[in-house]
C-alpha cells in the first residue's frame, strides 16, 4: 500500500513543480485499491479474481483486501466532498477553482466505471 502512496506522490510532486503555489491534500480515500494478501504477487495468482470481475462480480474480495465495490464507494463519497468544496469555494471567491486529482490506474478505472456507466 505504501508502494502506491509513493508512487501518487512522486506524480504530484512532478506537477507541483509546475505549479507551486497550488495547495495539495492527501485523501486516504483516494488510495489505490488494496490487492490483500496478494499484494505484490503475480498475475496468475489473481487469475480468480480476474475471472469474477469479468464475469460481473464487483463484490468478490481477495483476502484481507477490497472489492472493486468498496473502492468505488469510499472514492466517490471523497470526490463529491472534493467536488463540493471546490463549488463552495469558487462561489464564495467568485471565480473558477481549478482541482487536479492524482490517482492510479485502477482507481481511475472503477471511479470511471462507475462515473460513466453507473457501474462499476
Known amino acids: 500500500m505504501e508502494l502506491n502512496h509513493q508512487r501518487a506522490k512522486q506524480t504530484a510532486d512532478a506537477i507541483a513543480k509546475h505549479h507551486p503555489k497550488a495547495p495539495r491534500t492527501a485523501y486516504p480515500d483516494l488510495r489505490e485499491i488494496s490487492w490483500g494478501d496478494l499484494e505484490g504477487h503475480k498475475i496468475p495468482d489473481l487469475r480468480p479474481m480476474h475471472a469474477a470481475w469479468n464475469a460481473g462480480d464487483f463484490d468478490y474480495v481477495l483476502p484481507n ?32 477553482v481549478t482541482v487536479a486529482i492524482v490517482i492510479h490506474g485502477r482507481l481511475l478505472r472503477i471511479m470511471l466505471s462507475q462515473l460513466l456507466h453507473q457501474s462499476v
Open 65 to 96: 483486501a477490497e472489492s472493486p465495490n468498496v473502492v468505488c464507494k469510499r472514492s466517490i463519497a471523497q470526490l463529491m466532498e472534493i467536488v463540493a468544496t471546490a463549488l463552495d469555494r469558487a462561489d464564495k471567491e467568485q471565480r473558477v
